[in-house]
């Protein structure tokens, strides 16, 4: 199966999230979130600028790891784990909710 991906050339980065896969239902070895990170890491190691918002949630910068992007697509295809890619032109603006809480000695601002 080939898939035809045009991106815009001006995207900087890219959100990706790998689907968990079912814990009730055992995946051949090779075939679980560590071992495709494990091998995506092996083929290309990705720099520090990679975010890590959770265990299968990455922003990735393009400019720097977009090898990194292509090895962790083949192994999430090679295993059968979905994966989905949102293109971004500029890194987003996270809101984080509750704010964070002022570190001790400094003064609330609110």
């Not at 815009?8 to 999230?17: G, I, P």
């Not at 090779?30 to 091998?39: A, E, R």
Request: charged fraction near 20%; hydrophobic fraction near 45%; glycine fraction near 2%.
């Amino acid at each position: 199966m080939t898939h035809d991906i045009q991106i815009d050339l001006k995207v900087c980065f890219a959100l990706v999230v790998l689907e968990i896969p079912n814990p009730y239902i055992p995946k051949p070895k090779g075939q679980t979130l560590d071992d495709i990170l494990g091998n995506a890491k092996k083929r290309a190691m990705p720099s520090q600028a990679i975010q890590s918002l959770e265990q299968n949630v990455w922003l990735i910068p393009l400019h720097t790891d977009i090898l990194f992007l292509s090895h962790l697509l083949a192994e999430a295809s090679n295993a059968n784990i979905p994966l989905h890619i949102l293109f971004l032109h500029e890194r987003p603006d996270w809101i984080k909710q509750p704010p964070a809480a002022p570190n001790i000695g400094e003064k609330s601002t609110t």
